[in-house]
């Protein structure tokens, strides 16, 4: 009977000892003794670092777009002030384009009264009254 107990006893030990209680491993770490618990334990540590490494990885490539992202604001904010300008650059041109045909008109009526006084001196002494007539429109 004393054996029986001492055997009930190592054997209530035994269980105790495999029991979560009584575990020393620390988390998630697989037993030594077992090769396929080692390699198991290999490839976790190695996933976890390599997740730790991609979420770095994610996390500058975020703030790489952000700062993209805000190169392009600024840009946008140029090409806009770049396009007022060009639009206002071309109403003053198409305003003096009209004044260039103006202009070129008046010359070309100037010319012509002169092509009349040529032909016929005795025109020339309206040329000046032509002339102050283009001036004046």
Known sequence: ??????????????????????????????????????????????????????????????????LYRNIADSLDYYLGKAMNECEALQDSVDFYKEDAFVYKYKIERIKAYDKIVRNNNSQSKYFLGWVRRVLED
């Open 1 to 66: 009977m004393k054996k029986i107990k001492i055997l009930l006893f190592v054997l209530l030990l035994l269980g105790l000892s495999s029991c979560k209680l009584f575990n020393t491993r620390k988390g998630n770490d697989a037993p030594i003794e077992d090769g396929y618990a080692v390699s198991y334990y290999i490839l976790y540590t190695e996933s976890i670092d390599s997740i730790n490494v991609l979420n770095k990885q994610i996390k500058s490539y975020k703030d790489s777009i952000e």
